[in-house]
C-alpha cells in the first residue's frame, strides 16, 4: 500500500528562486527563509520519500488564458523546468511519477473530479522554486503536479480544494505499491501585485491562516474568494491551494507531528513553511 508520511505547505515565490541561483541564502534578509527548510528536507531524506504529490498554480508559462482548466494532472517520465521570460534556471528536468499518475487520475474521476490529463508538462516557480529547497539535484524524488486554478474565473472553492485533497490521500493509501510520499502545496501567502494595494502583506492573517489549516480547516473551506482576498491581498486567494495538502491528510484529524512552522515577511509577499507527520 502506498505510504503517505506527511504534508508541506510552502510559499512560491519568483524572487525565492532568484535569491537561491545568486546564492543569497547567506544575506540576512534571507538566511531566516532558507534556514527555516533544513529540517523538512532532513525529514524527507530521513522518511525516504520517493514521491512528491505537488498541489500548485501555473503563472501562465505551461498553461494560457486560451486553454485554461480548473484542474490538472501532469503524468510525465520527465518535465523541464519553463523559461518565465529570461531563460529557464540551469536546473534538470524533474523525474515524474507515471504509474502513481495514472492510479490518482482514476481515482479522482471515481470521486467525479475531472482533472486535465497532461502526459507532457513543464513546470514554473509554483513548483520550482520550492523544489529545490527540499531536494538537490540530481532529484531524489519524482513528481507528480496537480495544476489547481487560482487565477481565471471561476476559480474552484476552498472547499472543492480540500475535497480533492481528500480524493487524493485515499488515492494515495490505496496505491498498491509500497511508495513513500509526501503532499506539498504551494502558494501564498497574504500578497498583492498591482493596483493601489501593491506591496500589502497581512502577517496577522497568515499565522492565523496556519492556525486553522492545522486546526480547523473546516473554516478556511468556509470561506469565500472575497474573504481570503479582504484579509491577504488579491492574490492571496493562491492560500486555499494549502488546503488541498490538508485534505490529504484528513483522515489523521489533528494527530500530527509538526517538523516545522515558520514565518518571514520582509518583502513584498509573507513566505510561510508548514510541515507534518502522520
Not at 543569497?24 to 520519500?49: G, I, S
Not at 508559462?61 to 510525465?76: C, E, K, R, S, V
Not at 520527465?78 to 524533474?94: H, I, K, N, Q, T
Amino acid at each position: 500500500m502506498g505510504i503517505l508520511i506527511g504534508g508541506i505547505g510552502s510559499s512560491h515565490a519568483p524572487s525565492i528562486a532568484h535569491a537561491a541561483d545568486a546564492e543569497h541564502q547567506q544575506r540576512p534578509e534571507w538566511k531566516p527563509f532558507f534556514d527555516a527548510y533544513a529540517p523538512v528536507r532532513a525529514w524527507l531524506a530521513e522518511q525516504q520519500v520517493q514521491t512528491l504529490v505537488v498541489f500548485y498554480n501555473d503563472h501562465l508559462n505551461h498553461f494560457q488564458f486560451g486553454a485554461y482548466p480548473t484542474f490538472a494532472l501532469g503524468i510525465d517520465d520527465s518535465m523541464p523546468v519553463a523559461d518565465e521570460g529570461s531563460g529557464p534556471r540551469p536546473l534538470p528536468p524533474v523525474p515524474g511519477d507515471v504509474e502513481l499518475g495514472w492510479h490518482l487520475a482514476e481515482h479522482l474521476l471515481r470521486d467525479e473530479f475531472d482533472p486535465t490529463i497532461c502526459q507532457a508538462m513543464q513546470l514554473d516557480h509554483g513548483v520550482m522554486s520550492v523544489l529545490p529547497l527540499l531536494t538537490e539535484p540530481p532529484w531524489r524524488v519524482r513528481v507528480v503536479p496537480i495544476f489547481v486554478n487560482v487565477l481565471r474565473e471561476p476559480l474552484p472553492t476552498p472547499a472543492r480544494c480540500y475535497r480533492l485533497g481528500r480524493s487524493v490521500g485515499r488515492a494515495i493509501r490505496t496505491w498498491p505499491q509500497d511508495t513513500r510520499v509526501a503532499v506539498l502545496a504551494t502558494g501564498g501567502l497574504s500578497h498583492q501585485l498591482h493596483g493601489p494595494d501593491f506591496g500589502l502583506t497581512n502577517p496577522q492573517w497568515d499565522q492565523r491562516f496556519m492556525d486553522l489549516l492545522e486546526q480547523t480547516p473546516q473554516a478556511l473551506c468556509q470561506a469565500s474568494h472575497e474573504d481570503y482576498m479582504f484579509r491577504g491581498g488579491v492574490e492571496s486567494v493562491e492560500m486555499m491551494i494549502w488546503l488541498a495538502m490538508r485534505g490529504a491528510l484528513d483522515e489523521h484529524g489533528e494527530n500530527f507531528t509538526r517538523i516545522q512552522r515558520h514565518y518571514w515577511a520582509p518583502m513584498l509577499t509573507g513566505y510561510g513553511l508548514l510541515a507534518l507527520a502522520v
